[in-house]
């Protein structure tokens, strides 16, 4: 009975030590020790065990951290630009270098291709569609 | 085809989708004489062409047959095959048609093709090697040496060749130069 009464004075002062201070007068020496030392953490043995258990312990769970969350990310979203840019790089329009003239009309077309006007006019002449027509002789002045 | 010889272009069709394309494109180049349409698809097109043309010319009850089950209206079309085309084509050993690059009709910019009838009423060349003759000789020049290779293709098995060739000189000697401006946007800005 008197053990368990000392147990449970002991855990009230641990969690509780300025209500278990007057409360409990019959408590035995071990129940304050502990009290004292569980609300006074400023004991020169424990001041010394706390920084190296700090110096050991916490860096790692800090790394742990640092790997998780704490990465180097970019600050600002990419604008539309900036993508655009980035992607389409290298593959703009080619210039058209293979030119000719059309021997039927004299313009410039593209090689190995028919001159779209002559044909557009070649057809509308086979379609007979209502074409302009003149005396003079098909030369282009361009 | 990864990995394997592709015999033919596929399209990017099913066997049956394919072959329905081709049956029309047929049916559409044998109804008007000259087709605008893809390269790729010009150029399958011409090999089913020529295959019903040498059909045409076999004129018998079995190719007859081949023929009708190959064009969507093969009652206007059958007459004109085994008419009209295998005269027009019995002294030509082949190459029937003929397949033209154009600038691009598509919005995606597709290499473009005319597949016509060589020696037809709309044949593109023969009118073209016209018009060039026209322009030459409007500028008092003689007729070049590609230009002559041209006039050759195009009068070999034509029926009165030079003869034809000649009034269709004419006749695009009247066709004005359009306004070549005008149209520029079409063709990709001022070239
Ligand atoms: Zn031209």
Request: charged share 25%; proline share 5%.
């Amino acid at each position: 009975m008197a053990a368990l009464h000392a147990t449970t004075s002991s855990i009230l002062s641990a969690f509780l030590p300025r209500l278990s201070q007057p409360t409990v007068s019959m408590a035995s020496r071990a129940a304050t020790l502990y009290s004292r030392q569980l609300s006074l953490p400023q004991i020169p043995v424990l001041a010394f065990a706390i920084p190296s258990a700090i110096h050991l312990n916490v860096p790692g769970w800090v790394e742990g951290l640092w790997d998780s969350i704490l990465k180097a990310v970019p600050k600002k979203k990419t604008s539309h630009m900036k993508k655009r840019s980035r992607q389409m790089a290298g593959k703009a329009l080619k210039d058209v270098t293979s030119l000719n003239k059309c021997s039927a009309c004299g313009h410039i077309k593209r090689a190995h291709l028919l001159c779209p006007y002559c044909v557009k006019e070649i057809q509308n002449m086979f379609k007979g569609k209502a074409q302009k027509t003149t005396s003079e002789k098909p030369v282009d002045e361009a | 085809m990864a990995g394997g010889h592709m015999r033919y272009r596929h399209l990017g069709r099913s066997s049956s989708h394919r072959q329905a394309l081709l049956r029309n494109l047929v049916t559409s180049l044998f109804t008007h004489e000259s087709i605008s349409t893809t390269y790729p698809k010009a150029k399958e097109a011409q090999r089913l062409a020529e295959k019903l043309i040498t059909l045409g010319k076999k004129n018998t009850e079995a190719s007859r047959r081949a023929a009708l089950s190959i064009f969507y209206t093969p009652h206007d079309l059958l007459p004109k095959l085994f008419g009209e085309m295998r005269e027009r084509y019995a002294a030509r050993p082949g190459g029937y048609t003929r397949v033209l690059r154009i600038e691009p009709l598509k919005p995606d910019q597709a290499p473009s093709a005319i597949l016509e009838l060589v020696d037809g009423p709309k044949d593109m060349r023969f009118a073209m090697t016209a018009r060039t003759i026209a322009r030459l000789r409007g500028e008092g020049k003689e007729v070049d040496s590609l230009t002559q290779y041209n006039v050759d293709k195009v009068t070999r098995f034509r029926p009165n060749g030079e003869q034809a060739l000649e009034e269709m000189v004419e006749k695009v000697n009247d066709l004005e130069i359009g306004d070549r401006t005008a149209l520029e946007a079409r063709w990709g800005g001022k070239i």
